[in-house]
């Protein structure tokens, strides 16, 4: 199972917006509108805020949003506030393979 | 309220064996894949199992395949993890998870939209 590519860190002054990338291949991210992202503080229950790459669940913030373009799928957040801190993972279904794979993770700090 | 409760973690000696529960309520528990990830102190998120709704089909990443068996009761709503042959690279918080998707379904992954709070493991000499 081949993880996801994301960056190790992201960071952005408050009321700004930042965004995160996530690659995948031609089997997953590329073909698929299934990429979801989770947000995970530590300490807590990861929480899924995007799902079919660009839905946001009932509750979540609309300052959370997905896209997609290729093989590249992200995560914007906008109006970056200090509990947005957190790890923020993606993941994908992938034909090629009967399990997933999380991305390899972006920490997300506020200036 | 839809509610998962994992339980059974501990300080487990190398080739151990340790059972995960995990605790359903609020939803048709039946309906829904249920999948364990885990996360390695200072690591990132990983995928390790899920099973369909009905039990059959499982699957496991190569890092448990062959030492980690998922199953399901539906009758009481759980999920469980029975864990073998247990390594100091097994020492995690682990998390159960359900799938969002119901069905019909046309793929496993639909995205996981309700954890529980986690159960640490940890394998030591």
């Known amino acids: 199972q081949s993880a996801l590519t994301q960056p190790a860190s992201v960071s952005g002054s408050p009321g700004h917006s930042i965004t995160i990338s996530c690659t995948g291949t031609?089997?997953?991210?590329?073909?698929?509108?299934?990429v979801s992202w989770y947000q995970h503080r530590p300490g807590t229950a990861p929480k899924l805020v995007i799902y079919d790459g660009a839905k946001r669940p009932s509750g979540v913030s609309d300052r959370f949003s997905g896209s997609k373009s290729g093989n590249t799928a992200s995560l914007t957040i906008s109006e970056l506030q200090a509990e947005d801190e957190a790890d923020y993972y993606c993941?994908?279904?992938?034909?090629?393979?009967?399990?997933?794979?999380f991305g390899t993770g972006t920490r997300v700090t506020v200036l | 309220q839809v509610h998962l409760v994992e339980s059974g973690g501990g300080l487990i000696v190398t080739g151990g064996s340790l059972r995960l529960s995990c605790a359903a309520s609020g939803f048709t528990f039946r309906d829904y894949y249920m999948s364990w990830v885990r996360q390695a102190p200072g690591k990132g998120l990983e995928w390790i199992s899920y099973i369909s709704g009905g039990g059959s089909p499982t699957y496991y990443s190569d890092s448990v395949k062959g030492r980690f068996s998922i199953s399901r009761d539906n009758a009481k709503g759980s999920v469980y993890l029975e864990m073998k042959n247990l390594r100091a690279d097994d020492t995690a918080v682990y998390y159960c998870?359900?799938?969002?998707?119901?069905?019909?379904?046309?793929?496993?992954?639909?995205?996981?939209?309700?954890w529980g709070q986690g159960t640490t493991v940890t394998v030591s000499s």
């Open positions: 998870a359900r799938d969002r998707g119901r069905p019909p379904r046309n793929y496993y992954y639909y995205g996981m939209d309700v």
């Open positions: 031609s089997s997953d991210v590329d073909n698929y509108d299934l």
């Open positions: 993941c994908s279904y992938a034909s090629r393979t009967t399990l997933g794979a």
